[in-house]
């Protein structure tokens, strides 16, 4: 019984892309900056009880293009990890953080981008 060692040297691992997005998930120093950012915001756009609309995606997507960094109040939401999710997901957005009914979202603007997120 011999077992054979491979030695040749392992591949680079493929960087996921978050869905909806054209970047690699944030790490969780990345996210803890970010929401560290997001701290003195307040709620830009707010989920009520008909859930996660078009007309909601709409809106958040420009106030990601304007903001970059927004928060996002989600009202008696039944799922809420769900929610954001999938709020993150058809946004094209990373999800910062969950807390409470508040959602931070993130997404960085293709020109002139204000936020810069640290790298190691």
Avoid: N
Avoid at 20 to 36: D, E, I, N, Y
Avoid at 95 to 115: A, D, F, M, N, P
């Amino acid at each position: 019984m011999t077992e054979e060692i491979d030695s040749t040297a392992p591949e680079a691992p493929e960087q996921e892309v978050v869905a909806g997005t054209k970047s690699p998930p944030l790490a969780g120093f990345q996210r803890k900056h970010l929401r560290g950012l997001a701290h003195p915001l307040k709620p830009i756009v707010q989920v009520g009880k008909a859930g996660i609309t078009d007309e909601v995606v709409r809106t958040v997507r420009r106030a990601l293009e304007d903001h970059e960094l927004i928060k996002v109040s989600m009202t008696k939401p039944k799922d809420k990890k769900g929610m954001s999710a999938e709020l993150a997901q058809r946004c094209g957005a990373h999800l910062c953080g969950l807390l409470g009914h508040t959602v931070i979202l993130y997404r960085q603007r293709e020109k002139r981008s204000v936020i810069r997120v640290p790298t190691r």
